[in-house]
């Protein structure tokens, strides 16, 4: 029988400007004796990612335009942060009284551009997603390539909405190393119906198993590794595969 493993990776320091996530990462394994082995997946929390590329804002330093000023008045949020969204933010998808509904300069689409006001020390201070979470995720698997000289994949990930569902879950919104998308259209199911339309978001499905053992509440678990899952690897991969065509997007 198959078995897919789900490891938190533990006791990692709080994540600072400047610190090397893939030897952080590479360490603590290590420590706990669970190293990083061939084909891993890799799976890190966008917010750690951003306040070690030094991407935090202190929103008491931000000047909300006249824009940004009009949405918080809709919408009932803080002005610097819409602020902070409308710089973050490619286009507006949908809006009501107490949500903002963007789609990214980086592709993702999410409530709030995907500025995130949890797990940052500071009252003030923000984490918006990373300012391209594809690279990052690239740049972390090359260092732990380097450290370990294994292939692993690794992925960004954040928390996110659904429409039509209740509750959050964890979804990849930067991939290095693996295909975000299993296509299987064209394969047969077991009475020999072919497949048309079956795509499954693999990149996703990671993302929240990984969640189980990260917690949105412990910053001090910032990572997994996911370990056993025959996924499909890939280089020049990017996370905009899972964001549904604007053409092909029902509620927009």
């Known amino acids: 029988m198959d078995t897919i493993k789900v490891i938190a990776v533990e006791n990692l320091p709080l994540i600072k400007k400047g610190d090397n996530l ?34 935090i804002i202190d929103l008491d330093k931000v000047v909300p335009s006249e824009k940004a000023k009009e949405i918080s008045s809709f919408t009932g949020k803080d002005p610097a942060l819409v602020e902070v969204v409308l710089q973050e933010t490619k286009e507006i998808v ?31 201070n923000v984490v918006p997603l990373p300012k391209n979470p594809n690279v990052s995720a690239q740049n972390i698997r090359k260092e732990i390539k380097h450290l370990t000289g294994v292939n692993v994949a690794v992925i960004v990930s954040d928390t996110h909405g659904r429409p039509l569902r209740m509750g959050e879950i964890n979804v990849a919104v930067g991939v290095a190393g693996i295909k975000p ?23 996703d499905e990671l993302s929240s198993a990984a969640e189980l053992v990260i917690g949105q509440a412990n910053e001090g ?28 997007d029902m509620f927009r």
């Open 181 to 203: 998308i299993r296509d299987r259209r064209g394969e047969k199911d077991l009475f020999g119906y072919v497949l048309r339309i079956k795509q499954t978001a693999i990149a």
């Open 22 to 55: 893939g030897q952080l990462i590479v360490e603590a394994a290590e420590k706990q004796k669970t190293p990083i082995q061939e084909k891993d997946i890799i799976v890190v929390t966008h917010v750690a990612v951003s306040k070690a590329e030094g991407n």
């Open 94 to 124: 949908k809006m009501n009284k107490n949500t903002i509904i963007t789609e990214t300069k980086s592709g993702v689409i999410c409530a709030n551009a995907g500025v995130d006001r949890s797990n940052v020390s500071g009252d003030r």
């Open 221 to 248: 678990i910032p990572a997994a590794i996911i370990r056993g899952y025959n996924y499909q690897t890939a280089e020049n991969t990017s996370a905009v595969d899972l964001t549904r065509p604007k053409e092909k």
